[in-house]
């Protein structure tokens, strides 16, 4: 069975403090997802990651996809208010899509 | 407006109730989904509709009962439900089944139905 492990599960930080949460696995994923869900509302797909060492950025949002596919981290510079929410990864695995738990953020202003 | 409605939004029932749970995609994708969101754990795969037909049924008990009657709607009927069952459920869509997990055709989601089972 492939697992997702996501770190931290909780994180509550300053506005315009940085961050780096992480998703690993000892699965090789032929691609990895990351969702950013909102309260109330479905997850939102904020990237998809590809090609082992892949970095994509997304204005304050960068995301990298480690070399052996196992393992993904997301790294926000001068967090807002408006980044809070539950990040959620999903790795492309052998059947199906594979979720991990969620790293829930803070922001306070 | 994500293009997947759900409906109701909060739904609370007894465990000798019969609900039924709605979806419905404007975005033309031919693959539909049922996810389980628990706290504190991944999001759990229910149901896979694709062009209609259902291909995958992970393991989900029988009180759960989906309906897909074409590629735009997709229901789960409830009943009998316990109390464990309480949970955010989410529909999702995607172009196709093979597509889901793609770069070019991810996952869409609804907001959730907010089910309690007292």
């Known amino acids: 069975t492939q697992l997702l492990e996501q770190s931290p599960q909780f994180l509550s930080i300053q506005e315009g403090e940085n961050l780096t949460v992480y998703c690993n696995s000892s699965s090789v994923f032929s691609s990895l997802q990351w969702y950013r869900q909102e309260p109330g509302e479905g997850p939102v797909l904020l990237v998809t990651v590809v090609t082992g060492g892949e970095v994509k950025k997304l204005k304050r949002l960068t995301f990298q996809f480690g070399d052996a596919r196992k393992d993904s981290s997301l790294h926000i510079t001068a967090a807002q208010p408006g980044d809070t929410g539950l990040y959620l990864c999903a790795g492309k695995g052998a059947q199906k899509l594979v979720f991990g738990q969620g790293t829930r953020l803070t922001i306070n202003p | 407006e994500t293009g997947v409605t759900q409906t109701p939004r909060h739904l609370v029932m007894g465990m000798t109730n019969k609900k039924s749970l709605k979806c419905e995609q404007h975005l033309g994708h031919n693959a539909m989904y049922w996810y389980k969101q628990s706290a504190k754990k991944p999001l759990e795969l229910m149901f896979v509709y694709n062009f209609k037909e259902q291909t995958e049924n992970n393991s989900v008990p029988s009180r759960f009962s989906p309906e897909c009657p074409n590629s735009s709607h997709l229901f789960l009927h409830l009943h009998t439900l316990q109390p464990e069952d309480s949970a955010l459920y989410l529909c999702?869509?995607?172009?196709?089944?093979?597509?889901?997990?793609?770069?070019?055709?991810?996952?869409?989601f609804g907001n959730g139905t907010r089910l309690t089972v007292t």
């Open positions: 999702a869509s995607s172009r196709n089944r093979d597509s889901a997990s793609s770069y070019n055709s991810p996952l869409h």
